[in-house]
């Protein structure tokens, strides 16, 4: 288990907190790196991380650093794309049951997020993803992968999917665990909003979403742990008493200088929906690519959007999967449900591309 840090790297650590300037912040690139090395002490697979250059895709070098498990494997790779706030921490309690010691794994921290760079994206939406795209392709060629299942949660569903539309002979199988960004905007439900809400928001719209953890300071990572413990106790039962390193691993990936998150806001339209819905695209995505979308019972997100999906592509190897007793964090919540699913998936497509070699 091995952590690699190129010397170029290191100016990924200098400057990229404004918050970094008082004497009082815990808030540091060294901190978030040791949270994350907390987090993968419970990865019982061999692994390293390193960073992977990209040159210049944003800014002139950036760099995206990259979780690999099981690399000398030759059963066919599984990506893992993070959602909004998050990083390649979050996925600890899944690597080791979808690597299932046979096939490889990889997981990055989106370009802006975790530990990767933190360039200045476009504020025009469609550049933005057209950046985001991009950096997952660059990145795709740097670790000279040729195909893979590609696995997005929540944003990462999201950009997965943006991904398969551009570069559909790249991937597999495309599985979307409780994707955001897919349906159009409601009106319906923002004329429900109280008066006062609608004001409040407007105020704030401005501002990142993340703003109060950066604007707590030193009491961020407090506000992190008692006003999100829900996603603490998710990463109970591996964690146990250890569970509230997530706590601190949040707030280190979101103290930091916040680019990727405001790349995503320039991608959000309204209250949460997304500029370019995927509703409106999913169609021209190539029908070779299977799609598995995986939603929690309990999940705020429309899970009507799969059978949508179905129809759009008149049921062409699209399969919609319900996990009991899960939210939006469904590879947490039951997480072992979810690892056997997606174990499940990677199996199917074993056999498929044995069936076609056949062929």
Not at 230 to 248: A, C, M, R, Y
Not at 270 to 283: D, E, L, T, Y
Not at 301 to 330: F, W
Not at 335 to 345: A, S
Request: proline share 5%; glycine share 6%; hydrophobic share 40%.
């Amino acid at each position: 288990m091995t952590e690699v840090i190129d010397s170029e790297a290191s100016s990924i650590y200098r400057g990229c907190s404004f918050w970094s300037w008082f004497p009082w912040s815990s808030m540091s690139w060294k901190c978030l790196q040791e949270a994350e090395r907390k987090l993968f002490a419970f990865v019982q697979s061999p692994y390293r991380t390193r960073y992977v250059n990209l040159g210049p895709v944003v800014e002139q070098e950036d760099k995206i650093w990259t979780l690999e498990v099981n690399t000398e494997k030759r059963e066919t790779p599984v990506v893992l794309l993070h959602g909004f706030g998050a990083g390649i921490g979050l996925w600890c309690m899944n690597v080791d049951k979808i690597s299932n010691n046979r096939r490889p794994v990889y997981a990055m921290d989106l370009l802006g997020f975790g530990r990767s760079s933190r360039p200045k994206f476009s504020t025009d939406p469609e550049q933005v993803e057209h950046q985001f795209v991009n950096a997952i392709e660059k990145w795709r060629s740097e670790i000279k992968l040729e195909k893979f299942i590609l696995l997005g949660h929540s944003f990462g569903g999201y950009l997965a999917t943006a991904y398969s539309l551009q570069h559909p002979e790249r991937v597999h199988h495309l599985i979307l665990a409780d994707p955001w960004g897919f349906p159009e905007e409601n009106k319906n439900i923002k004329s429900k909003i109280p008066w006062w809400a609608k004001g409040l928001f407007y105020a704030l719209k401005s501002l990142n979403p993340l703003w109060p953890v950066r604007f707590a300071g030193p009491y961020g990572q407090w506000l992190v742990t008692n006003l999100r413990s829900d996603i603490l106790k998710k990463f109970e039962p591996v964690l146990g008493e250890q569970s509230t390193v997530i706590g601190e691993y949040i707030f280190q990936c979101n103290s930091q200088r916040a680019t990727g998150e405001s790349a995503f806001t320039s991608l959000v339209t309204g209250f949460g929906w997304a500029k370019n819905p995927m509703i409106k695209r999913i169609h021209h995505l190539d029908k070779r690519v299977p799609i598995t979308l995986i939603y929690g019972q309990n999940t705020w997100m429309d899970q009507s959007i799969g059978q949508k999906i179905k129809l759009e592509r008149e049921n062409n190897l699209v399969q919609v999967e319900t996990i009991p007793n899960a939210g939006h964090h469904v590879f947490a919540d039951q997480f072992e449900v979810f690892n056997n699913l997606v174990d499940k998936i990677c199996k199917e497509n074993v056999i498929e591309i044995e069936s076609e070699t056949k062929k």
